[in-house]
């Protein structure tokens, strides 16, 4: 079975940065996309990075220029390097990882969540 695991997350000050990680372990699979969510209270999981295995990125509008997503395929690894981080960045942080898996085609599967509380 697959399955993610996130860390990095914190609370850090206003303009402060900080880098989350996932790593997807368990089974075999092909990396179709990893991507990274941010989840409010009482609010939806919201995309803010994505990353695709053909080298295609984007980013929310929000975090354009100062987010920046990472893959490392050799160890099934992501990351989001976050910089100038601001109070609306704060939330719980979802890795996802889109993957094709031997005779049962595309799977969604979901890391655990790392929070992130950014102060003013």
């Known amino acids: 079975q697959v399955q993610l695991a996130e860390s990095g997350g914190g609370l850090v000050q206003a303009g402060e940065n900080l880098t989350l990680s996932c790593v997807a372990s368990?089974?075999?699979?092909?990396?179709?996309?990893m991507s990274w969510y941010r989840q409010v209270l009482g609010k939806e999981r919201d995309l803010v990075a994505a990353?695709?295995?053909?080298?295609?990125?984007t980013y929310d509008d929000s975090v354009k220029g100062r987010f920046f997503i990472v893959r490392d395929d050799n160890k099934n690894q992501v990351f989001l390097q976050m910089s100038n981080l601001q109070t609306d960045d704060t939330g719980v942080y979802y890795c996802?990882?889109?993957?094709?898996?031997?005779?049962?085609?595309?799977?969604?599967?979901w890391g655990q969540g790392t929070q992130v509380t950014v102060s003013a």
């Open positions: 996802n990882l889109d993957a094709l898996l031997p005779g049962q085609g595309h799977k969604d599967f």
């Open positions: 368990g089974g075999t699979f092909n990396t179709v996309a």
């Open positions: 990353a695709t295995s053909v080298g295609f990125t």
